[in-house]
């Protein structure tokens, strides 16, 4: 694969980039709080293949003084003792929701979700899902490379 980008996107459609941008923020600053969604973000970008987000959420969740044995685990969050029963439920739909149209959220994948979070949360991650599924597909699909260097306040 290239190092460089096949287009630079953040610099075309700026209407559409804002709007992909206010969703990101309005996302971290609902009731899931921002380590639930931090999570959520980089475990989906893990099975989407998003280097460029992969490394922006770790680096966020490292900000938090999330512990980076916890952040190591997170592919494998089933096996791992650091998550609490929400974080887990968040994560299985998340990579249920992530995996239409291949496979669809079961009965038994919501009945987990519903025990954790209230239906205004449930909406809630499911835009978190929506926004960082949109942003892997853009940084793949056009090949965005990790920055060298991380943007300022990223």
């Not at 496979?103 to 499911?126: K, M, V, W, Y």
Request: hydrophobic share 45%; net charge negative; aromatic share 8%.
């Amino acid at each position: 694969m290239s190092h460089a980008a096949r287009i630079d996107f953040y610099k075309l459609a700026h209407p559409n980039l804002q709007a992909m941008i206010a969703l990101s923020a309005s996302v971290k600053k609902s009731s899931l709080g921002p380590r639930l969604v931090e999570l959520v973000n980089l475990r989906v970008s893990q099975i989407n293949g998003c280097g460029v987000c992969i490394d922006m959420h770790w680096r966020d969740l490292v900000k938090q003084e999330a512990d980076p044995r916890h952040l190591n685990a997170i592919a494998g969050w089933r096996e791992a003792p650091f998550f609490s029963a929400r974080e887990r439920a968040a994560l299985r739909w998340a990579e249920a929701v992530n995996a239409i149209p291949h496979s669809t959220p079961t009965d038994e994948d919501f009945a987990e979700l519903r025990a954790q979070f209230s239906d205004n949360e449930i909406a809630e991650l499911g835009y978190a899902i929506a926004v960082i599924r949109g942003w892997n597909m853009l940084n793949v699909s056009l090949q965005n490379p990790i920055p060298e260097v991380p943007a300022p306040g990223f």
